[in-house]
C-alpha cells in the first residue's frame, strides 16, 4: 500500500471484514493469518459485538503506520483476493448475505486498488521464493545436509517398527527446521501435554506435531493438536504433518471457524527433501492460501497444478 488508507477505505475494510467474516472466530483466524504480530489480537474484547471489535482492530492498526502499515496492505490485499462467498450461503438469508459481502469486497477494491500495488505484492513474494531456491541451489553445504536428511527419511519409509519410526521422523524434521535457520526445539511435555517441537519464523512460533500412520488422520486428532495451540500465546500457530494425510471430512470440520493450524503431508515433505521447493516458501505459501480462503490443507502438488 503506497499511501495510508483514506478515511472512505478505512470504513469499506471493516463493513468488508464484518460481512466476509460472519462469526467472530472466523474473523480472527482471518486475522491471526495476515498480522505480523497476531499476540495483538488478545488486547481487544472479543466478548464485544463483531463490528466494534472489527472497528477497534482497524482503528489500532491505523493508528500506528509505522508498525502496521504492512499489516494493513496485507488484510487489504488477502480480502480484495475473496472470490468465493460459498460459506454464507447456509445461514439464514444466506442470499443476501452473499451478496453484501461481495459487494463490500468490490467497494474495498475500488477504494485501495488505485494505492495498492497488488502485481507488486505479488512479484515480491516470488521474488523472495526465488531467492530462497537460489541460495539453496547455491549452498553446497546445505544441499549436503539436505541430501543426508533425506537418505535418512527414505530408509524411515521401509520400517515397519511404528514407534521408532515415529520418534526417528521426529528427529528428521528437527533436523529439517535447523537447516533452515527456524530455531528449533525438541520434543517436550507440558502440563501433560506431549508435543513433537516447536520453531520461529517471522515473529511467529510454531507447535510442529507428526504422525506416521497407515489410517488417515481424522477430525478428533485435530481437535487436540488444536486445543493445545489454543493454549499458548496469541501468536502461535500450529503445524501438523502427517506423512499419509489427512481426512476429508476432518479437514472440513476443523476449518469451517477460525483454525490456528496448518496441515502438511507425505507429498509436501518430499517437495522440500527432493529441493523444489525451500521449507520456508513452502509454509509461507501454506499460511498466505489459508488467510485467503480458509483452506488449511494446500498441498505443494496442488500449489505446482494450480499455477499451470
Known amino acids: ?10 470504513m469499506a475494510l471493516k463493513e468488508a471484514l464484518c460481512s466476509v467474516y460472519w462469526y467472530k472466530s472466523e474473523l480472527r483466524g482471518f486475522l491471526q493469518l495476515c498480522l505480523s504480530n497476531p499476540g495483538i489480537l488478545s488486547k481487544f474484547n472479543w466478548e464485544n459485538y463483531k463490528r466494534q471489535i472489527a472497528s477497534d482492530i482497524v482503528d489500532h492498526l491505523v493508528a500506528n503506520p509505522v508498525i502496521h502499515l504492512g499489516d494493513l496492505t496485507k488484510i487489504c490485499y488477502e480480502i480484495c483476493k475473496i472470490k468465493d462467498f ?10 443476501q448475505k452473499v451478496e453484501k ?9 475500488q477504494l485501495v486498488e488505485p494505492h495498492q500495488d497488488f502485481k507488486k505484492e505479488q512479484d515480491d513474494i516470488k521474488l523472495r521464493q526465488d ?11 546445505v544441499r549436503q545436509k539436505l541430501e543426508a536428511i533425506n537418505t535418512r527419511y527414505m530408509a524411515l519409509v ?9 520418534f526417528e521422523l521426529e528427529r528428521v524434521m528437527y533436523e529439517l527446521f535447523e537447516l533452515f535457520d527456524l530455531d528449533p526445539k525438541a520434543s517436550f511435555k507440558n502440563l501433560g501435554e506431549q508435543v513433537d517441537g516447536a520453531f520461529s519464523l517471522e515473529g511467529t512460533e510454531y507447535l510442529f506435531e507428526a504422525k506416521w500412520q497407515k489410517e488417515l488422520v481424522n477430525k478428533a486428532d485435530l481437535v487436540i493438536f488444536s486445543d493445545k495451540v489454543k493454549t499458548k500465546l496469541e501468536n502461535t500457530l500450529g503445524i501438523f504433518l502427517s506423512i499419509n494425510g489427512f481426512s476429508s ?11 490456528s493450524i496448518l496441515l502438511l503431508d507425505g507429498g509436501d515433505l518430499m517437495a522440500v527433501l527432493e529441493e523444489r521447493i525451500d521449507f520456508t516458501s513452502l509454509l509461507l505459501r501454506k499460511k498466505r492460501h489459508a488467510a485467503q480462503t480458509g483452506n488449511i490443507y494446500l498441498s505443494y502438488y496442488q500449489m505446482v497444478t494450480s499455477a499451470k
Open 249 to 259: 471430512d476432518g479437514v472440513s470440520a476443523h476449518q469451517a471457524g477460525g483454525s
Open 131 to 141: 531467492a530462497a531456491a537460489k541460495k539453496l541451489r547455491e549452498n553446497a553445504a
Open 86 to 95: 460459498s460459506h454464507l450461503r447456509p445461514l439464514d438469508d444466506g442470499t
Open 158 to 166: 521401509s520400517s515397519d517398527n511404528a514407534q521408532s519410526r515415529g
Open 101 to 109: 459481502a461481495r459487494s463490500a469486497v468490490n467497494q474495498l477494491k
Open 1 to 10: 500500500m503506497a499511501k495510508q488508507l483514506s478515511p472512505a477505505g478505512i
